[in-house]
C-alpha cells in the first residue's frame, strides 16, 4: 500500500472534475491530483459528440470531445496538476481524511488537505419505471445506447421507442435516426417535454418524430428479444387510461427516466438531498465537512456543461483557500419559496458570489423570480417562458448580500 499527501485531491475527471483542478492550481496551491476510473480524462463528454457545448464558456458551439479537449489542455498548463486515470476511489475515511484508491499500482491511500468530489451522476434504471411483462434482450438506458453508437460503432437494434423527453432521451432520438435506426416514438409521461425547446425542435421535429405527452410505456414483450412495446396515455392522477393502449412493434427501447447524482459513496458522512441524491453544497461549493468540496453532476443534474466548469473551478478554488489559510466563513440557508422545485445551493458562505439554480415546479408564461435575505430584495426579475424542464440561473454579485438567511421565489 503507497501512502500519499496531496493539497487538493479531485474524484473524477469530467467537466467538473477538470474546471476544479484548475481552479484549485490557480490558486496557487502545490499539489493537485485527480484520480479518474475511466481510462481517459472528459466524463461524459466524450460520448456526447452532438454540438451545444461551450456557448458560455468558450463563446463557441462545441460537441461535446471538443469541449472537453479544450478544458483538458487548459489542465496542462498547470505543472502543479496531476491526472491520473484507470483509478478507482473505492472508501473514504472521513475522520482521518483518507481517500483510497484502487489501480493497476495497487491500493493508494490519499491523505488530501482538501477534497473536491466530481462523481458525476448514473443514469435511473429499468427499475425506476415498473413496467409490467416480460424481461427481453433489447432494453437500454440511453447512456448506454449513446455508448454503443458513439464509442463502440455498435446499433442496439434496428426499430426503437424512446421514454424520456430529457435532453438525452431526445438527442438520442436524432442520433439513432441519424444512424438508421427508425425512431417510432419519444413518451413522455408529464403534460410537458422535460428536455430544452432547442432539442425538442432540432431533434424530433426536424425529423417528424411523434412525442406523446402525458403517456407511459404499459408492457414490454418478447421471447428472447423485445418485439412489442405498449403504451398507455395517464390521467391527471398518473394513472393508465384503459382503451387508450398503442401497439408498437419494435426491438429496441430507450429508457431516458432520469440522471440521479452519484453520492452513493459519501452518504454515510455527508448531507444529502433526500429528494434528488445530490451532495448538498454551499455557495463556495463546500460540502457539510468543512474539507469536502463537490461539484458538477454530484451535486445537482445542470443543463449545462459550461455551469458544471464554473461550478467545479469554483469549488476548486476554494478547496485551495482552505488549504492554504483554513477559510470556513459563516453560511446562511438558501430556501425554496414559492413554485419553485429544484434550488442550489443550500447554503450561502459569506465572501462569496451567489450563483443560484433553480427550476420551477409549474411551468409559467411569465414569472417574476426573487430572491430576498430578511427585508432586503437581492434580486427581483420577470423572466418568461419558466418551464421545470428548464435550469434557470441567476447571479448575484458578494457586494450585494448580507448576512442572514435566504429565499427564492417564483411568482406570478
Ligand atoms: C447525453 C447527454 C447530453 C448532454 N448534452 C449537453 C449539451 O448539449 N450541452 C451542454 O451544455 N450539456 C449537455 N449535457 C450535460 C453535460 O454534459 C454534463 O452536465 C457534464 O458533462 C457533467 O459533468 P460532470 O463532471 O459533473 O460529470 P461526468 O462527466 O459524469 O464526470 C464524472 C466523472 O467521475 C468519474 N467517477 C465517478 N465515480 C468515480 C470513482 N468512484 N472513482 C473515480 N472516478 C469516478 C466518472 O468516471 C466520470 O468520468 C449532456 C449530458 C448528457 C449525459
Given at each position: 500500500?503507497?501512502?500519499?499527501?496531496?493539497?487538493?485531491?479531485?474524484?473524477?475527471?469530467?467537466?467538473?472534475?477538470?474546471?476544479?483542478?484548475?481552479?484549485?492550481?490557480?490558486?496557487?496551491?502545490?499539489?493537485?491530483?485527480?484520480?479518474?476510473?475511466?481510462?481517459?480524462?472528459?466524463?461524459?463528454?466524450?460520448?456526447?459528440?452532438?454540438?451545444?457545448?461551450?456557448?458560455?464558456?468558450?463563446?463557441?458551439?462545441?460537441?461535446?470531445?471538443?469541449?472537453?479537449?479544450?478544458?483538458?489542455?487548459?489542465?496542462?498548463?498547470?505543472?502543479?496538476?496531476?491526472?491520473?486515470?484507470?483509478?478507482?476511489?473505492?472508501?473514504?475515511?472521513?475522520?482521518?481524511?483518507?481517500?483510497?484508491?484502487?489501480?493497476?499500482?495497487?491500493?493508494?491511500?490519499?491523505?488530501?488537505?482538501?477534497?473536491?468530489?466530481?462523481?458525476?451522476?448514473?443514469?435511473?434504471?429499468?427499475?425506476?419505471?415498473?413496467?409490467?411483462?416480460?424481461?427481453?434482450?433489447?432494453?437500454?438506458?440511453?447512456?448506454?445506447?449513446?455508448?454503443?453508437?458513439?464509442?463502440?460503432?455498435?446499433?442496439?437494434?434496428?426499430?426503437?421507442?424512446?421514454?424520456?423527453?430529457?435532453?438525452?432521451?431526445?438527442?438520442?432520438?436524432?442520433r439513432l435516426t441519424l444512424e438508421g435506426v427508425e425512431v417510432v416514438a419519444v413518451v413522455e409521461r408529464m403534460p410537458f417535454p422535460g428536455g430544452l425547446e432547442r432539442n425538442i425542435r432540432q431533434c424530433l421535429k426536424d425529423f417528424n418524430i411523434p412525442l406523446y405527452l402525458s403517456h407511459t410505456v404499459v408492457g414490454i414483450y418478447g421471447k428472447e428479444r423485445l418485439e412489442r412495446v405498449i403504451i398507455a396515455q395517464l390521467d391527471e392522477n398518473f394513472k393508465p387510461i384503459p382503451g387508450t393502449e398503442k401497439k408498437f412493434d419494435v426491438d429496441t427501447l430507450i429508457l431516458s427516466v432520469g440522471l440521479i447524482p452519484q453520492s452513493t459513496l459519501f452518504k454515510d458522512f455527508l448531507k444529502i438531498d433526500p429528494w434528488t441524491k445530490g451532495i448538498m453544497t454551499s455557495s463556495s461549493g463546500r460540502t457539510s465537512l468543512n474539507w469536502i468540496f463537490a461539484a458538477g453532476n454530484c451535486t445537482v443534474i445542470y443543463d449545462l456543461v459550461d455551469w458544471v466548469t464554473e461550478e467545479g473551478s469554483t469549488s476548486g478554488k476554494f478547496a485551495a483557500m482552505y488549504v492554504k489559510n483554513n477559510w470556513e466563513p459563516a453560511k446562511f440557508s438558501v430556501e425554496k419559496g414559492q413554485n419553485v422545485g429544484l434550488l442550489f445551493p443550500t447554503w450561502y458562505e459569506e465572501g462569496t458570489n451567489l450563483n443560484i439554480y433553480i427550476r420551477v415546479k409549474k411551468p409559467l408564461e411569465i414569472g417574476t423570480i426573487r430572491v430576498k435575505q430578511r427585508n432586503n430584495l437581492l434580486y427581483s426579475k420577470k423572466h418568461a417562458n419558466l418551464m421545470p424542464s428548464e435550469m434557470v440561473n441567476i447571479r448575484i454579485p458578494e457586494s450585494k448580500i448580507g448576512a442572514g438567511d435566504i429565499v427564492v421565489e417564483v411568482v406570478e
Open positions: 500500500m503507497i501512502e500519499k499527501e496531496v493539497d487538493v485531491l479531485v474524484i473524477g475527471a469530467g467537466a467538473a472534475g477538470l474546471g476544479a483542478a484548475i481552479g484549485a492550481a490557480r490558486e496557487g496551491v502545490d499539489k493537485v491530483v485527480i484520480v479518474e476510473r475511466d481510462e481517459r480524462s472528459g466524463g461524459i463528454l466524450n460520448q456526447c459528440i452532438h454540438n451545444g457545448f461551450g456557448l458560455h464558456y468558450f463563446r463557441e458551439e462545441l460537441t461535446g470531445p471538443e469541449y472537453a479537449e479544450r478544458i483538458k489542455n487548459i489542465v496542462k498548463q498547470y505543472p502543479n496538476i496531476d491526472v491520473k486515470v484507470e483509478q478507482y476511489v473505492h472508501g473514504i475515511d472521513y475522520r482521518r481524511k483518507e481517500v483510497s484508491v484502487v489501480s493497476t499500482e495497487g491500493v493508494t491511500i490519499y491523505k488530501p488537505k482538501s477534497l473536491v468530489v466530481a462523481t458525476g451522476a448514473r443514469e435511473r434504471p429499468m427499475g425506476g419505471i415498473l413496467v409490467p411483462g416480460t424481461r427481453p434482450a433489447g432494453v437500454f438506458t440511453a447512456g448506454v445506447a449513446q455508448r454503443f453508437v458513439n464509442l463502440e460503432n455498435r446499433l442496439p437494434g434496428k426499430k426503437a421507442i424512446i421514454v424520456g423527453s430529457g435532453d438525452i432521451g431526445l438527442i438520442m432520438a436524432r
